[in-house]
Every structure is written in structure tokens, then in C-alpha cells.
Nanobody
């Protein structure tokens, strides 16, 4: 699976952006997908994740109520709608795919080592 993240850019605080993670290669609909982000000088952190069916969705506490993850398996794409953006949301955002079997628990979704494929990242900059 090859992943291509896009949709980043510069936005003012309070604004919105929608990130896309487009997949090519093997059957994308069988993969769970997570979004992670890494701010300058900080470790990569979990943002949101969605199971292959869309039945399980998880968010980091810092984005809950502001971000929405969704997927369109017909288009091989996962989206991250980001609203009410804050300067602390500034980071490079990565999407990743988890092709493992079994229950897609919250602990599993938050663990970057569970993901088999990663996109190249897209930069989101939120100005104050």
C-alpha cells in the first residue's frame, strides 16, 4: 500500500482544513488508518484513527470535538476534517495504514508501531 497525504497549508487560528490520505496498491478497504502528527522538536503523537469498516473511531483528547475522521473506501481515501484549529495544532501530519487482523482497539490505534505503511506527511501551520 502506498499512501499520499495532502491538504495541509497555512490557516489562521479558528479556521479549518481537510486532509486527505489517498491509497494505492493492495485492498485499502481492509486496512485501518490512523493520523499522527509531529511538531518541531516533539515526538510523533496520535491524532485520530478509523477501522477498516469505519465502525471504530478514536481521537486524541486534544482534538476531540474539533477533528473528524472519515473514509471513502470506494475512493481509497481517508479524510481528516480539522475545525477550530489552534496554533498548537501546527505539525506535520502523517497517515498510516494497519493491515493486521484482530480487534482494532483504542490502544492498538494509538500505537504507531502497529502501522505497516506510512505516507510522507503534509504540513499544517496555524497562525495566531
Amino acid at each position: 500500500v502506498q499512501l499520499q497525504a495532502s491538504g495541509g497549508g497555512l490557516v489562521q487560528a479558528g479556521g479549518s482544513l481537510r486532509l486527505s490520505c489517498a491509497a494505492s496498491g493492495r485492498t485499502f478497504s481492509s486496512y485501518a488508518v490512523g493520523w499522527f502528527r509531529q511538531a518541531p522538536g516533539k515526538e510523533r503523537e496520535f491524532v485520530a484513527a478509523i477501522s477498516w469498516s469505519g465502525g471504530w473511531i478514536y481521537y486524541a483528547d486534544s482534538v476531540k470535538g474539533r477533528f473528524t475522521i472519515s473514509r471513502d473506501n470506494a475512493r481509497n481515501t481517508v479524510y481528516l476534517q480539522m475545525n477550530i484549529l489552534k496554533p498548537e495544532d501546527t505539525a506535520v501530519y502523517f497517515c498510516a495504514a494497519d493491515g493486521g487482523s484482530g480487534w482494532y482497539s483504542r490502544d492498538r490505534a494509538r500505537n504507531s508501531s502497529e502501522y505497516d505503511y506510512w505516507g510522507q506527511g503534509t504540513l499544517v501551520t496555524v497562525s495566531s
